[in-house]
């Protein structure tokens, strides 16, 4: 398998969001950004992965130190082998990468705080990222900054969707706003944060189909984002028992019409 198709198949695999957002973005860009989304992978699958610090710390170093060799041209992991020629572009900065790994690292699930705080710390550890999907994108200053939001916004839905798991495995962070002085996750707290998501995730199409070229791949993980935070708002139960998810032919159909929304791209 080259690394191309590695990247494609550990960041987009079928039937995942990224997959379906990709689906109608412009193909220049698709290498790239499945090399980004490999990479988040990666990263979050050890921060989610073993419950041994000893071993997430392990593979943490060996990831900061494959981005490094990207840097440097001399990857060997084919995600790394990917990251190669963006890093040597400037197209994205190692040292965030580098960055994100550390942030992605479990820190309790409980954050202390409001909503606000917890969307101020999802976008400090997925801002790297998102800012590296910007530029792929060609977006810099203020339209970067919008492509950050609603990237921190879906990163968002991702952690409500994954709550129930959260509770399992003691991984977060959850805004402890949703327990209401209680262990358990109180359902109607789980289902304002949610509409709350989804309005400002509605709120960013417009945004992101300002901007020139339009952003496809965003704006579709946006209503991605949108939908399931809407399904979660419905039936959060749901959330608590694992069960929520949007069907592959319902994916399809969002990321079609948001493309056919923004006429171009």
Request: contains cysteine; neutral net charge; glycine residues 8%.
């Amino acid at each position: 398998m080259s690394s191309e198709a590695f990247c494609r198949e550990a960041g987009a695999p079928a039937g995942s969001d990224t997959h379906y957002a990709l689906l109608f973005h412009r193909r220049a860009d698709h290498r790239a950004l499945c090399a980004l989304l490999a990479l988040r992978r990666e990263i979050l699958d050890i921060a989610e992965g073993s419950a041994d610090p000893g071993v997430r710390g392990m593979r943490r170093s060996w990831w900061q130190e494959e981005i490094l060799r990207a840097a440097g041209g001399t990857a060997r992991h084919p995600v790394g082998i990917e990251l190669q020629p963006l890093a040597l572009q400037g197209v994205v900065d190692p040292a965030a990468l580098i960055e994100f790994s550390e942030r992605a690292a479990p820190p309790g699930l409980w954050l202390e705080g409001d909503a606000d705080a917890w969307l101020a710390e999802i976008e400090a550890i997925h801002a790297p990222v998102w800012r590296a999907v910007a530029a792929v994108c060609t977006q810099e200053g203020a339209a970067a900054a919008d492509i950050v939001r609603a990237g921190t916004l879906v990163e968002a839905v991702y952690r409500l969707r994954a709550a129930g798991e959260a509770l399992r495995t003691g991984s977060g962070p959850l805004p402890r706003t949703l327990t209401s002085g209680a262990a358990a996750i109180d359902a109607a707290s789980l289902a304002r944060l949610a509409e709350r998501l989804a309005a400002e995730l509605h709120g960013q199409e417009a945004v992101l189909a300002s901007k020139e070229p339009v952003p496809v791949f965003v704006a579709v993980m946006a209503q991605l984002a949108t939908a399931l935070s809407r399904e979660i708002a419905a039936d959060p139960d749901s959330v608590l028992r694992g069960r929520i998810a949007l069907t592959p032919l319902r994916k399809l159909w969002i990321a079609w019409r948001t493309h056919r929304r923004l006429g171009r791209g």
